[in-house]
């Protein structure tokens, strides 16, 4: 179905409908000018947004709407943990241009309710609107904590053990993965109409992914980190200074040293990398550490806590100590597997760099 | 200075590095996983959102960035008055192509922060991303209110008075006079390129706005209108529904009208319009009325009040009583000049129609 045939509001009341508020927090959801949310007494209020461009952040050509509705969500939820929050609300917006159906959007839905649902949080409002070029999301996550136990990034101290959720650099090698893939398709699709055969009279394109799926997850359906937020709730360890890793491990440790006025020293050996990882890096003729510090996207959450909570952090599983905060005139420095010693860079991920 | 000379971080802290944090629940602005808040007990939270997009909602052939800032943080702001609040906190996140210099993006935050501060509104964040395409502006406004002080859509009653401030049409009829300047400017552009000329040896355009000066302030420079919410609180009125006109009246009549589940009738005399409006409708060969109901933008605010209220609502300068609500089997009916009825229709604005 075509979305002119909604309109607007159409389109706003058939995605919306049939949503239902879980919340006590949340006194209204979408319909008004505003939403209006109680939150208890004593409870401060968390704010995150994040801005999703189609050909900057995602590829319609391989993502599935459902998969990007669900990562779409997924990247805010991280952000309310990575400050020890507990996600509440959410709103989204879309720009749409009319190649998409009512069916794309409602795939799209699908995806940001399932991780809505599985975190606890409620879709209350947003804005669509025609687009004249590509998709655009842009999504706002609310969540809450007790003042006492929201982590910033600037409380790191000298000494501090750093930790690691999960494994990094997956994501971005299921990336590579992917635009392999598409180079492969375009490529063959490219020599078909050199033949004078039509697209569709070719045979379905299968993509090779054997023993890659592990890194295909990763790209295509992250996980806010949840568990790692209530395991350390559980063994009554609060972070120092904690934050997601979206950009790469090397430019987070750059923001919390950064702020929080001191160095660090991590270990190359120490930085978890699951094995599918290690195995595309080394076939791809690409640096595996490199991957894991510059890489982005994983979506694991990055931490200090005082060095008396080694042994409760190190019994906390998928949790990694991979080095320690130094103060701030020792720098940044990856110890390598040799022994040698490199200042780290935060490289990241700077899109606007990369467009010029 | 390009956009890519700073990168992602340094644009960001360029444009954010001397905003002051003014509201004492602004707790943490920009820098962090997430902004922290922290209100008042007792007090509810409000969040709206609008997603602005390039060749959909504004033309950069005649807005002026800064203008372009002031009126996509008006547009939230409006909506949190709309509901009987007060703003006090806004992220915004900005999609920009190369095309854009630093300059360009300092002047949107300009205009930005000179309706922040003139409506006591904290920027606490947001995100910077490359566009491949046009330029998105997506901005989040947080407010809060008194839960016993908060208007809704669906609280309109059979014999409220319906009420509106300022004047109707103004925005549209602003927009129609940018859309005839920018006509006569792209043809004479072409027509100096059929002569071989090159368009910067043209003699500077002079658009002709001379007597509509009003229609443009009213498209380009909106105000929301904190000042009407302040006179009703001096008052002592609580609106029983209230909104803001950003679709057109009708449109929001229609959306007071169904979920407060009553109909209304507006009498067609009783239509606020500047002498500007009017005139240029003429001009145009356009009804005054039609651009008065179906328009848009002019966020102004719509609300019922109870009949016993009617002194002191029209004590209030710049609010007209327009008509009144009345039962749902009676529908929405305007009374026109010539004392004929007709029904009310809610063709509003809808983007995703005209773009089919």
């Given at each position: ?257 950064t702020q929080s006025h001191t160095g660090c020293r991590v270990y190359e050996e120490r930085i978890p990398l699951d094995y599918q990882t290690a195995s595309l890096a080394e076939e791809l003729n690409m640096n595996v550490t490199t991957c894991a510090l510059n890489g982005g996207e994983d979506y694991e959450l990055l931490f200090t806590v005082p060095l ?49």
């Open positions: 179905m075509e979305i002119a045939a909604l309109g607007e509001f159409g389109l706003i009341s058939r995605l919306t409908k049939d949503i239902e508020l879980k919340n006590p927090e949340t006194k209204r959801g979408a319909g008004d000018d505003c939403a209006v949310l109680a939150f208890d007494a004593g409870r401060q209020v968390l704010v995150t947004t994040d801005l999703l461009l189609e050909g900057v952040h995602f590829d319609l050509q391989y993502v599935p709407l459902k998969h990007l509705g669900y990562k779409s969500a997924m990247v805010n939820l991280s952000d309310i943990y990575a400050m020890n929050g507990r996600p509440r609300q959410m709103t989204v917006s879309l720009g749409l241009s009319n190649r998409f159906t009512v069916e794309d959007i409602e795939a799209f839905y699908e995806g940001l309710r399932l991780a809505c649902e599985a975190h606890g949080c409620d879709i209350v409002g947003g804005d669509t609107s025609a687009s004249l070029t590509g998709m655009t999301i842009s999504i706002t996550c609310i969540g809450d904590a007790r003042p006492e136990d929201i982590v910033y990034r600037d409380g790191a101290k000298a000494t501090d053990l750093i930790c690691v959720s999960g494994d990094l650099g997956a994501a971005y090698m299921g990336l590579q993965l992917l635009e392999r893939e598409k180079t492969v398709y375009n490529q063959q699709l490219r020599e078909a109409q050199q033949r004078g055969e039509k697209p569709e009279d070719l045979p379905a394109f299968e993509p090779d992914f054997t023993g890659h799926e592990y890194l295909l997850e990763r790209q295509l359906k992250p996980e806010a980190r949840k568990d790692i937020i209530e395991a350390l709730a559980k063994e009554g360890v609060r972070p120092t200074a904690m934050m997601d890793i979206s950009d790469g491990l090397s430019s987070e440790l750059f923001h919390i040293c008396t909570m080694h042994d409760r952090v190190a019994a906390i599983p998928g949790v990694k100590v991979i080095g320690h905060i130094t103060k701030p005139e020792l720098g940044l420095q990856l110890v390598c597997r040799d022994g040698v010693e490199m200042a780290l860079k935060a490289q990241g991920w700077n899109p606007l760099k990369h467009e010029k």
